[in-house]
């Protein structure tokens, strides 16, 4: 039996600008953002970024996801042997950056965990890994963060300063950042918040940002552009 | 990714000791198993390899050395005429019972032949001198022999098949394959204590050793000899060769001794195979991050492949010191147990191709996850 997981996208994201999707479970979400990471090729439609419509070949797609795509996961997913400093100098590495080491303490003092750069994984607190992970989603630079669940196993505290780092990284680098939550403490960092249900966007009417219509056809999504295009 | 795999390893002790301890095994029992076999093989030619002769003439149809049996002694008169010899010369081998001072006896195998003649066996005597088998009734033992043959010393007179001989030199490296002790005498007395020429009679000889006048090719004159009737003519290699392979594939001892060295490297693969997959498993999400971040198929198969050869590198220092460390011991036994560079660069390479065919289901299970893996709770 053919499931249509997600139907009905046709969505852009600006720069500078944060876009939270939002939907009960199963709602798509989650295939939703893994298109839009280019860790899932949709059967139907186009995913852009920065305009130019990604080829869902390898090792095209992994350079596509190295140079443009920073990732922050809802169970922050660092490799456990390496310290937070060397898990940014991984990213960093992928991004061709020189000076690594450097930068990935540079990085780290900037989420506020300058001092714990040779921490491991297991000695960091929950909110501690998810800003190594948001280090190293931005290590690079790259225009797009896409974000699982960010707060999902965070307490409110640490869960409201990793969403404002997330609204900084939009703001001040001027990246498109794309977050998918059930948190709904997060709306009111979003420029745009969509509703996803039974894999079809609509948009969502709590957004405290501009608020755009739902496209009830199979389109694209285009990441980091200028300007909205539709494709269909 | 080296650093990533490096602490990968580091972080699992325990996995990297055990795995350590199952290739450092795989290292020892391949290296002592090469090593025997190498010397075993050396051993069972170690005459033909170290006399000065370019042609080994014997009987016909005698295939090595070891299956050599007597034949007329006046073919050597034959082989002399021919054009490009520029030397030959009789060697005579027998067997003969040597009684021990404690009264048992022992097999020896007696080589005779002319101690002025320049054969160049034995090539390294310990003590006493060669010229001293000028004189009849005379022996030169190997050391290796030396236990086995009671503790005999140079000065000793010992019995041969009822004949009185004096051992006047020990000879080094002269370790035969059979293990039987190695008698060198003169040319007439090895013929006189050996049993095979008391039945064939005093005018037969085993071998004629030939040395090429340099002005001519081995082949050519190889060509020539084999134009007399009654006798094989062999270059020295082929000989070396014929005599090495009869031990190695008619005895069935090469397939004994590369069955080990297989069981080593299986051994070796399973454990590594084991630890890397199971370590891949564990790590299954990382690998799926690090493909979500944007690493490629080429650096996953890196990843896992720097392991591979990690535990290659270590556990291949880790085995050849044993190894080295236990051959005195292997030695003392008296076997002979052969290493050189070439053999050591081989194990290695052999070590570095057993871990990393045993990462290959690894590498084959990383490359599979599906990065939005990482997306899973």
């Not at chain 1, 479970?25 to 990471?37: A, D, N, V």
């Not at chain 2, 095979?196 to 006048?213: H, K, M, N, P, W």
Request: glycine fraction near 10%; proline fraction near 3%; charge should be positive.
């Amino acid at each position: 039996m053919e499931v249509t997981a997600v139907g009905g996208v046709d969505l852009a994201v600006r720069p500078g600008s944060v876009v939270v999707l939002m939907g009960p479970s199963g709602s798509g979400k989650t295939t939703l953002l893994s298109m839009l990471g280019c860790l899932l090729r949709p059967t139907r439609g186009e995913v852009r970024i920065l305009g130019r419509p990604v080829v869902w070949q390898e090792p095209a797609v992994s350079l596509v996801r190295r140079r443009y795509l920073g990732f922050v996961f809802q169970h922050y997913n660092l490799l456990s042997a390496l310290t937070a400093a060397e898990n940014v100098m991984v990213a960093l590495r992928f991004r061709g950056v020189r000076d690594e080491a450097r930068q990935a303490r540079a990085l780290l003092e900037r989420v506020g965990l300058g001092a714990r750069w040779n921490f491991l994984p297991r000695d960091l607190s929950g909110g501690e890994k998810q800003r190594v992970a948001i280090a190293r989603a931005i290590a690079g630079n790259p225009p797009v963060i896409l974000a699982d669940e960010p707060t999902g196993n965070l307490d409110s505290a640490s869960g409201r300063a990793v969403t404002g780092m997330l609204k900084e990284c939009a703001v001040r680098d001027h990246r498109a950042v794309v977050i998918v939550s059930h948190d709904a403490r997060i709306v009111e960092f979003a420029d745009e918040v969509y509703f996803l249900e039974d894999g079809w966007l609509r948009a969502g009417p709590a957004a405290p940002g501009e608020a755009r219509d739902a496209l009830a056809l199979p389109g694209s999504a285009d990441l980091a552009a200028e300007k909205r295009t539709s494709l269909h | 990714m080296f650093f990533i795999a490096w602490r990968h390893l580091l972080k699992e002790r325990t996995r990297l000791a055990l795995t350590l301890v199952g290739v450092t095994f795989a290292v020892v029992l391949m290296f002592f198993d090469v090593g025997a076999y190498l010397g075993f093989v050396r051993a069972s030619s170690v005459l033909i390899d170290h006399a000065n002769a370019d042609i080994w003439v014997t009987r016909e149809n005698n295939r090595n050395f070891d299956s050599s049996r007597p034949f007329p002694e006046r073919k050597l008169w034959k082989v002399r005429q021919v054009r490009g010899v520029a030397r030959a010369e009789p060697v005579a081998k027998g067997w003969a019972q040597m009684k021990l001072n404690n009264g048992s006896t022992e097999t020896v195998m007696l080589v005779g032949l002319d101690p002025d003649a320049g054969l160049g066996l034995p090539w390294k005597l310990g003590e006493g001198a060669l010229r001293s088998l000028r004189t009849d009734n005379t022996i030169i033992v190997d050391e290796s022999s030396l236990a086995k043959l009671g503790g005999v010393a140079v000065g000793d007179a010992v019995e041969v098949v009822d004949t009185t001989v004096t051992v006047v030199g020990i000879c080094e490296d002269v370790k035969s394959f059979t293990t039987y002790p190695i008698i060198f005498a003169n040319y007439e007395t090895a013929k006189r204590l050996s049993g095979v020429y008391r039945l064939s009679g005093a005018d037969q000889t085993t071998f004629i050793l030939v040395s090429v006048d340099p002005s001519e090719s081995v082949e050519a004159v190889v060509s020539r000899l084999r134009a007399i009737e009654g006798i094989d003519v062999y270059a020295r290699d082929e000989f070396s060769r014929r005599t090495r392979d009869y031990w190695i594939v008619q005895t069935g001892m090469g397939v004994g001794f590369g069955l080990t060295a297989l069981l080593g490297f299986l051994v070796g693969m399973v454990i590594v195979g084991q630890t890397i997959y199971s370590s891949t498993i564990e790590h299954l999400r990382e690998y799926g991050t690090l493909k979500a971040i944007g690493a490629t198929g080429r650096e996953i198969v890196a990843l896992i492949a720097y392991q591979a050869v990690v535990y290659a590198v270590l556990g291949y220092l880790v085995g050849v010191a044993i190894a080295m460390s236990a051959r005195q011991g292997y030695e003392s036994l008296g076997l002979k147990l052969v290493t050189t560079p070439g053999m050591g660069v081989g194990m290695f390479v052999v070590t570095v191709a057993m871990c990393l065919g045993a990462s290959i289901v690894s590498v084959r299970r990383a490359l599979r996850v599906d990065p939005a893996l990482v997306f899973r709770g």
